[in-house]
């Protein structure tokens, strides 16, 4: 029993360090060097992290667009806040292309900022207001009310070329780290134009 027991555990161990592994980790910052292999970015904490690219890596360019981009029956990412009323107030909104429809759909926690929410869903409805314009956002569970104030920044993510990654682009990058502590990703984001995203 006892070595039924250890092997239980190792099991445990062992599953566990594989889904520490596989963690999504989000950096957000400005290139400061960039090869085909790896990217060296300076993160908005200011510390300076390499990230080794996947050999079939993808570049989703961001660039800047405005509510009127945001159309009924739309799919879009809104990080938000949640308010006392039980309303969300929008960080920033993407607009992704009809090739990412049910990318991520849902309505989860986010590390933009202490007490972020993200929700990837479909615009239901669409209506002004004296705090923003509200968007009703439906998901596959359900539905969330997102106020968009006026100045919150709306960007729309489109086909990016590698071309784009260069010294002094802002980038946000999905990466995972691996046993090892080392960095890795398949997909960069990355600002048009001088643009941050802000997501």
Not at 71 to 77: E, I, P, R
Request: aromatic share 4%; net charge positive; hydrophobic share 45%.
């Amino acid at each position: 029993m006892l070595r039924v027991a250890v092997l239980i555990a190792c099991l445990l161990v062992a599953d566990v360090t594989t889904a520490a592994a596989q963690t999504p980790i989000r950096i957000r910052g400005t290139i400061e060097r960039a090869s085909e292999q790896a990217l060296t970015i300076k993160s908005r904490n200011g510390q300076t992290v390499t990230v080794t690219l996947h050999p079939d890596f993808s570049v989703l360019a961001v660039s800047k667009a405005s509510l009127g981009d945001i159309k009924t029956g739309s799919y879009v990412g809104a990080a938000a806040l949640r308010q006392p009323d039980g309303t969300f107030k929008a960080q920033e909104v993407v607009v992704f292309p009809e090739t990412m429809r049910g990318n991520n759909e849902g309505h989860y926690s986010w590390d933009l900022s202490p007490g972020s929410t993200m929700t990837n869903a479909t615009v239901d409805a669409i209506a002004s207001g004296n705090d923003g314009t509200a968007l009703t956002l439906k998901h596959k569970d359900g539905q969330v009310k997102v106020v968009v104030p006026q100045g919150a920044p709306i960007v729309i993510l489109g086909p990016g070329d590698k071309s784009l990654l260069v010294p002094g682009a802002g980038v946000f990058v999905p990466v995972a780290r691996a046993a090892d502590g080392t960095l890795s990703a398949g997909r960069v984001l990355v600002g048009k134009n001088g643009l941050m995203p802000p997501m």
